[in-house]
C-alpha cells in the first residue's frame, strides 16, 4: 500500500482516524472527580458556599439583616415625603413671599403639598404593590441579565 | 452546582470525548486522567452556564485541548531538544517498530482490538509527531492553526506531520489495516 497516503493531506489515513471512536475513559475518572469536588468544597469556608448551605443561624441572620434593611427604606422614603413639604414651608418663610427666591420656594412648598397630600391618599397596599412590582422587575432584570449572559459571555460560549 | 447527580450525569456523557482528546495528545495514562480530571473540575465551577450551552462540548474540547498542551508546554525544552535530533530519513527512528506484532489469527482480534492497535500506534509516536498529528487529523486543526498553537514554524509543522503519518501508516500495515475502502468498525 503506497499511492493512498502520498497525498499531501492523507484523505483515507484522516478518514479512517476521524472514524475511530474516542477511548474509552477509565471507570474510576468520574468517582475520582467527585471526590476531588467533595473534598475541595469540605475545605470552603461556609460564607464562600451557596447560601442554601450555609448554617442556619447564619441564614436565620442573613434574613433578619434584610427585613431590617427593608424597612430602613421603607421608613425612610416615608419620613422623605413629610420633610420636602416642611421644608419648603420654612425657606418660604426666610426668604418672604414677594422675593424671588421666596416665590420659587412658594411655588414648590404648593407643588410638594399637592404632591404630599396626593401620594399620602393612595392606600398603603398600592405602595405595597408598587414595591413587590418593583422587587419582581429588579428580579426580572437579574434574570434577563442573567440570559444575557449565558447567551453570550458564558464559558459556554467560549471556543 | 446544587445537584452532584445532574453533574455526574453531564461528566458521564461526555467523559470518553475528553479523556480521549487528552491522551491522545499526551499519549500517557496517568497524565490524561489528570488532565480530565482538572478539565471536569472547571466545568464544575461553570455547571450552570455550561449545563444551558448548546456549544459545552466544542468548550470541553478546547479546554482539554488547551490544558494538554500547556502540559506539554513545561516539558518544551526535552521535547524540543529530541525533535532536532531526529533526521529526515533515519529509518532507526520508527517510534512504532518496537511494539509486539498483533495475533490477527485471535479471536479477540475485533474491532476494539484493532481502535487499541492503532490508538497504541499513535501513543507510540513521538510528541513532536504525535502532537501535530493529533491536532491535524483529530482536532481539525489547519496546518497554520497548529503552527501558532505550538508556536513552531508551518515548515517544521508540515514535516513532524508527514513523519507521524509515515510511522502511523507502517503501524497500521503491521495489523493489516488499510484505511482505503474501510472503516474502523469493518474487519479488514
Known sequence: ?159 | MDDPQQFEAFMRAYQDMVFGTAIRLLGDFAEAQDIAQEVFLKAHAHFDSLSRSATVGGWLKTVTRNLALNHLTRHRARWQTFSDLVKPGDETSDPVANLPAPDLASERWDADARHQWVEQGLAQLPALQRVPLVLYHFEELSYEAIAEELDVSLSKVKTDIHRGRQALRRHLLRAQLRPEGMTPDTPS
Request: glycine share 10%; with cysteine; net charge positive.
Open chain 1, 1 to 159: 500500500m503506497s499511492a493512498p497516503f502520498d497525498t499531501p493531506e492523507d484523505p483515507l489515513l484522516h478518514e479512517y482516524l476521524r472514524r475511530l471512536p474516542a477511548p474509552k475513559a477509565p471507570p474510576s475518572l468520574a468517582p475520582r472527580v467527585l471526590r476531588e469536588i467533595a473534598a475541595r468544597q469540605a475545605v470552603l469556608p461556609w460564607w464562600r458556599k451557596p447560601a442554601a448551605d450555609w448554617p442556619l443561624a447564619a441564614r436565620a441572620g442573613l434574613m433578619g439583616a434584610s427585613a431590617v434593611v427593608a424597612l430602613l427604606i421603607l421608613s425612610w422614603i416615608e419620613r422623605g415625603l413629610g420633610s420636602w413639604s416642611s421644608l419648603s414651608v420654612s425657606a418660604g418663610a426666610v426668604y418672604g413671599p414677594e422675593s424671588v427666591l421666596g416665590s420659587g420656594w412658594n411655588i414648590t412648598r404648593v407643588m410638594s403639598e399637592a404632591a404630599a397630600t396626593i401620594l399620602r391618599t393612595i392606600p398603603s397596599t398600592i405602595w405595597w404593590t408598587l414595591g413587590v412590582a418593583m422587587a419582581a422587575g429588579y428580579l426580572g432584570c437579574i434574570g434577563v441579565g442573567g440570559w444575557v449572559y449565558r447567551q453570550w459571555a458564558a464559558p459556554g460560549q467560549e471556543q
